[in-house]
């Protein structure tokens, strides 16, 4: 689910269509059924799954933290291949 989320900026919208569909899966998961009327908390005591806005968040932190060391590489590296020749 969590599949190039890195890169995608999520809205409040997108981040509860996440849960619901998380909590969908767990539900078809335990062959449960919205009329069972299960409380989405016991659901997960039973699946001892995450919820999705954990990995998703730690994931686009990597992400920025790689973006970030890259450009910073790159201006390292443009700041030794300037010529300096000339320069009195």
Known sequence: MNYG?????F?????SNG???QR???RA???VSLRDRIRNEKIRRRTKV?????????LKWQ????MI?????DGVEKCWSVDHEGTD
């Open 29 to 31: 998961i335990l062959d």
């Open 11 to 15: 809205t409040i919208g997108l981040i």
């Open 19 to 21: 849960k619901v569909a």
């Open 69 to 73: 060391a890259e450009q910073m590489a």
């Open 50 to 58: 995450t919820d999705i806005t954990h990995p998703i968040s730690k």
């Open 24 to 26: 969908a899966m767990e």
């Open 63 to 66: 992400w920025a933290g790689q």
């Open 5 to 9: 989320t890195e890169k995608r900026s």
